[in-house]
C-alpha cells in the first residue's frame, strides 16, 4: 500500500485457521478493497476500538511485528499504543519476528542464484578496486579513498548493478572506524605503506534480486607487516568458525539461530585478546534489501534467537578495530539452498591481505 493514498487507520487479522477479518475507515473505501476477508467500515474513534475488539474476541495471543523489550529493532514496528489497544482486550501479544523471517528472508532458486551471481561480481569489482590503488601508486598518480569510491560505483553501473549506499573505503586510521565513509571533501590520500579496507555491496538492477556484500583488507606493499597479519589471522578464523558451525548444523540437520553463529565467530576473538575491539554483530540477513527481515547473526548488539534457515543468504562479518590504528574485517555472504547446501557466495573468499603492490597487482 505504499504508492496508495491512506490518511486512516486500518487493521487486519489473520487467523490461524478461517478467513481474514478487516477494518478499514469509510473514507478509504480502495482500502477496503485491498484488506482480503469480511471487511467492517468505522468512522469515530470509538468504532475503531470496539472493532479491533471485535475482530480479537475470542483469542488468546496474536502475533505482531513487536520485540519485547525492543531486543531485535528490525522486527519491532509496532507502536506502544496499538499494543495497549491490543491487550486492552485481554489478548497477549507475541512476536512474528520467526513467521516474518519464513515469509520474507526465504529466497526463491533464482534469487539464489542472482546472490552467487552478485558475490562473484562484487569479488572482480574488489580486485580491480585493489589493481586501481597499486596502478596509481606505482605510477606516483595522487589516489584516495574517495576516488576509489567513485570507480566502484562506475563498475557497478558498467556491470548492470545497483547499490542503496556508496561503498566504504578507509585507508590507515580510517580502516579502524566500521562504518567510514570517503567524502570529496574529507577523503584521505592512499600512500605506500598504507593500510586499507574495502567493504561494497550491489545487486544485479531488478526488483527481486539479492545483493552481495563483501570486506576485503590490502596493505599498499609488496610483504604484509607482522601487526597486520596476526590480527587478520584472528579475523579470518573468526569468519571461518562461523562458517563451519552453519555448514554441520545444516549437514546434521540441526537447529541454529543467529546468536549461536555470533557465539562462534566471538569466542575465537575474545580467545585471542580483542574481545573489546570487535564491537558490532558477526552479520546480517540478506534479501533483496541489504539488510534483509531474516536472523541476523547478533547475540552482542541484540540477541537474535531466530532460526537460520533454508533458502536464506546472510552476511559473516567479524571484525577487529584498534582506534588510531588500523581496523580489520573480514566478509563473505552465505546462501543456504533449500536442499541445505551452505555456499560461500564470493569463493574463493579471502586468506590473507592482499600485497597491493605484489606480483598479483
Not at 63 to 81: F, R, T
Not at 109 to 124: D, L, P, Y
Not at 172 to 187: K, Q, R
Not at 222 to 245: M, N
Request: hydrophobic share 40%; aromatic share 6%.
Amino acid at each position: 500500500t505504499a504508492d496508495i493514498h491512506q490518511s486512516r487507520r486500518w487493521a487486519c487479522l489473520i487467523p490461524a485457521v478461517g478467513q481474514p477479518l478487516g477494518l478499514t475507515h469509510r473514507i478509504e473505501p480502495h482500502i477496503a478493497r485491498m484488506v482480503p476477508g469480511d471487511v467492517t467500515e468505522y468512522s469515530t474513534h470509538g468504532e475503531f476500538e470496539r472493532g479491533i475488539h471485535n475482530m480479537l474476541s475470542g483469542l488468546s495471543h496474536v502475533a505482531m511485528e513487536y520485540s519485547h523489550l525492543n531486543a531485535i529493532p528490525v522486527i519491532s514496528k509496532v507502536d506502544a499504543g496499538t499494543i495497549e489497544l491490543v491487550t486492552s482486550s485481554g489478548v497477549e501479544v507475541v512476536s512474528s519476528g520467526a513467521l516474518i523471517a519464513h515469509l520474507e528472508a526465504r529466497l526463491t532458486q533464482e534469487q539464489q542464484q542472482s546472490a552467487i551471481r552478485a558475490g562473484h561480481a562484487v569479488r572482480e569489482v574488489m580486485m580491480n578496486a585493489f589493481a586501481l590503488i597499486a596502478d596509481r601508486v606505482r605510477s606516483g598518480t595522487t589516489v584516495t579513498e574517495y576516488d576509489v569510491q567513485r570507480a566502484i560505483l562506475e563498475e557497478f553501473e558498467k556491470r548492470g548493478m545497483e547499490t542503496d549506499h556508496p561503498p566504504i573505503v578507509g585507508a590507515g586510521p580510517n580502516s579502524a572506524n566500521p562504518h567510514y565513509e570517503p567524502t570529496a571533501a574529507t577523503s584521505e590520500v592512499i600512500r605506500n605503506g598504507d593500510f586499507v579496507l574495502i567493504d561494497l555491496w550491489a545487486r544485479e538492477k531488478g526488483a527481486d534480486t539479492v545483493f552481495g556484500d563483501i570486506t576485503w583488507t590490502g596493505f599498499v606493499g609488496e610483504t604484509i607487516p607482522d601487526e597486520y597479519e596476526v590480527v587478520f589471522d584472528v579475523v579470518r578464523d573468526a569468519r571461518d568458525a562461523a562458517f563451519v558451525r552453519v555448514k554441520s548444523a545444516m549437514a546434521a540437520s540441526e537447529a541454529i539461530t543467529g546468536a549461536d553463529l555470533d557465539d562462534a565467530a566471538r569466542a575465537v576473538i575474545v580467545d585471542a585478546g580483542y574481545g573489546e575491539y570487535f564491537v558490532h554483530r558477526t552479520g546480517h540477513s540478506i534479501t533483496t534489501e541489504l539488510h534483509g527481515a531474516g536472523a541476523n547473526l547478533d547475540n552482542y548488539e541484540t540477541r537474535d534467537t531466530r532460526p537460520i534457515l533454508r533458502s536464506t543468504s546472510f552476511s559473516i562479518e567479524p571484525g577487529i578495530y584498534l582506534p588510531g590504528r588500523f581496523g580489520i574485517r573480514s566478509e563473505l555472504d552465505v546462501v543456504i539452498t533449500d536442499e541445505g547446501e551452505v555456499i560461500a557466495t564470493s569463493d574463493p573468499v579471502q586468506q590473507q591481505i592482499i600485497a597491493i603492490l605484489g606480483e598479483r597487482n
